[in-house]
């Protein structure tokens, strides 16, 4: 056999680098120096310099979840890009209660299965192989088990394919189950190069990714809920109430991927993650959904009015073709009992029909017959046909919508926009829901955005290369089938504050609406109730939620907090695009921007030159310029850059996913990406400063205690020994500058 494999345990004893909180993390091959242990000689001659790790080619994932055991099958591809043949340790952190099933490697062609040996022998040597190489990025690799093997050989120029199969029982909270496959750990991994007169210098390089992907299968004894990941996009194919498929797959997001269900039979279900740091405020995330097989006679019937622009411009570019397309897909979703009207306006404004009608088969005829006449002509008479809008919703218990698609500015009739909204306003006698799209960027955004904020609704916009047909169509797939509106939530003896959204939304047929705020209790609330209320029709419903657990200390989901960041300053961003900019909101934005690594109009520019340091200047000249530049961006109320400006607000008011900005298109993006310059990690911002990884919560000015530790040094280890969680941040590298427990550690070399 060509090789050996070694499933451990951490060593009680072992203290530099155990941590009881550690993410487990993916696996890596460490090439092995063949002269510093007894080992096969090694290959003459070898490269130089040595690679400290092998860049990952691909990884598969094959997850199976049933109740809440899950077995996890993974397929690594390393590459070894060298001229040269190698021998590797293979390092591979496991959950705490998994248990390794089976580990196979591919040489040849054949799959070779491995053989266990002593957790002694193979502590001695990670403990070896972490001391001798003084690798940082090697702190992140301890956790409570750790799977090792010894891997030869490694070929020129070629792929090593390996196979670890384990399982695991998942841990489940208020019955909401968690699981996790860890991809993000190890990022930090050094390259060694020559170069320095003392022969050898040290370049910090992120480990190398290519493509992951992943399909987990889920069965749950009770009914799904909530499917929720907050580190990747992903697909979900329910298949009935208890069991799902959900897939992902990317080639630039090396995030740990993580997973969150419910299990409720609940006729609406709800799930609970908490995260709070001790002596600080908590975080939480509450997300809700009706079951999946809601009975006909428990949806809720809407009142809808189509606005639509038929302006002489939306003949550009097909306009016109793709929004009659959108607008037919609407108006064919709809049930009969639903009532609707449409309105096209140009100059003026032209009703399908006096009042709204039935929208049986006759009326969705009628509907049709309308929209497919409709041809582009004339201005752009916005003002008008909001208020012949308004005019058509009467006093009902009936859900009331309206969706208003234009692709230009007023310029017809009364023109300004704040005086367009205080006609509405006046016009409004009921409860509407206004959903604003903008097509194009001719956009009036500051009256669009202001039209779906202050009406329980949000602006949406359909920029030149994306499709208006498939967007507006996806809208109206979401928002056919209501189930309960009204929405209220008692949270009882909670104290809360600054949670989002502001004002909840209705809830439909195969929505999920997440909200996430902060919790100030100080002590433990083990069996907290949450009340839902709402409105099914002219019914009042209740639901009742008990046995809720708002802890003084919880370290799971430390994504919580950033997430929270980014609605946060969305929703800022909107005050001052609304309302004007004041100090206050300025430095707020700058220092949430900063701290969690956002890119907003204050700092947007961080992202590109890796510069944090001057997230907020002390030079007047800087400052200003600074300012002039947010100030221009912000009061853009048409063309690209505001389209850009509302996307951005609107998808970090909605946002639910912490991707750090990898899958996003560079305007849209909301978090800065990890890379040379910067790195997040463990819910704190690092930004590179001349070598150096300085924690951006670090303010000379408050002069805390600091505390200097030498790089490797003994007491380095004995300081990671008695603080822990410091090692996921001295991982970064061998200068690093970290606020923990307002303590100032500087590493230095």
Known sequence: MNFKALAIAVVAGFS??????????????????????????????????????LPVKSIQLDTKISGQVATTRVEQVFRNDTPYTLEGTYFFPIPETASIVEFAIWENGKRLSGEVRSREEARRIYDEIVRRQK?????????????????????????????????????????????????????????????????????????????????????????????????????IVNKGEKSASVSFETSNNDSDFQLYYGLSNDDFGMTLLTHREPGKDGYFLLMLSPKDEVAERELVNKDIVFVLDTSGSMADEGK????????????????????????????????????????????????????????????????????????????????????????????????????????????????????PFGVGYDVNTAL??????????????????????????????????PVL???????????????????LTDLFKGMQLTIIGRYK???????????LRGKSGRESRSFSYSNLAFSAREDDNDFLPRLWASRRVGWLIEQIRLNGETKELRDEIVDLGTRYGIVTPYTSYLATDGTFANAAPTDSRQMTELRNRAAKSMSAQSGAGAVRQSVQQNAMRENSVVIDGADKKDEDRIFVRNSVQNQFVANKNFIQQSNVWVDAEFKPEL??????????????????????????????????????????YRVTR
């Open 448 to 481: 669009l955005d202001k039209l779906g904020s202050e009406n329980a609704g949000i602006s949406d916009y359909i920029q030149p290369k994306e499709d208006l047909e498939i967007k507006v169509s996806s809208f109206f797939a979401k928002v056919s089938s």
């Open 703 to 744: 002069k805390q205690t600091e505390v200097n530790l030498k790089f490797a040094s003994e007491e380095y280890f004995a300081v990671l020994n008695r603080e822990r969680e410091l090692a996921r941040y001295f991982s970064l590298g061998e200068e690093v500058v970290v606020v923990w427990k307002n303590k100032v």
């Open 135 to 235: 690798d940082p990025g090697l702190l992140e690799y301890a956790g409570k088990d750790l799977f090792q093997a010894s891997i030869f050989p490694i070929p020129p120029n070629s792929d090593k394919k390996l196979e670890l199969v384990y399982t695991q029982i998942l841990k489940a909270d208020s019955g909401t189950v968690s699981y996790r496959y860890p991809l993000g750990t190890g990022r930090n991994l050094w390259q060694r190069q020559i170069g320095s007169e003392d022969g050898v210098r040290a370049q910090n390089v992120p480990q190398q990714f290519g493509t992951v992907s992943g399909k987990i299968e889920i069965v749950g004894k009770e009914a799904l809920r909530n499917i929720y990941s907050p580190s990747h996009k992903i697909d």
């Open 16 to 53: 530099a680098l155990l941590m009881p909180n550690a993410v487990p993390a993916q696996g890596i091959i460490v090439p092995i120096i063949c002269d510093v242990r007894p080992c096969r000689p090694r290959p003459l001659p070898r490269p130089i310099p040595m690679p400290n790790v």
């Open 320 to 435: 016109m073709d793709k929004a009659r397309s959108a607008l037919l897909f609407g108006i064919r979703s709809l049930r009969d009992g639903d009532h609707f009207n449409v309105i096209s306006f140009a100059g003026e404004e032209h009703l399908m029909e006096r009042d709204l009608i039935n929208a049986d088969a006759s009326g969705r005829k009628r509907g049709e017959e309308f929209v497919k006449a409709l041809r582009p002509t004339g201005g752009t008479n916005i003002n008008d046909s909001l208020t012949a809008a308004m005019k058509q919703f009467g006093k009902n218990d009936r859900p009331k919508m309206l969706v208003f698609m234009t692709d230009g500015l007023p310029t017809v009739g009364e023109t300004n926009i704040d005086r367009i909204n205080a006609n509405l306003q006046k016009t409004k006698t009921t409860d509407v829901r206004i959903f």
């Open 485 to 503: 509106s009204d929405l209220e939530l008692d949270l009882g003896d909670l104290q809360t504050e600054l949670m989002y959204p502001r004002k």
């Open 521 to 531: 209790n100080t002590n433990d609330l083990k069996n907290a109730t949450i009340a």
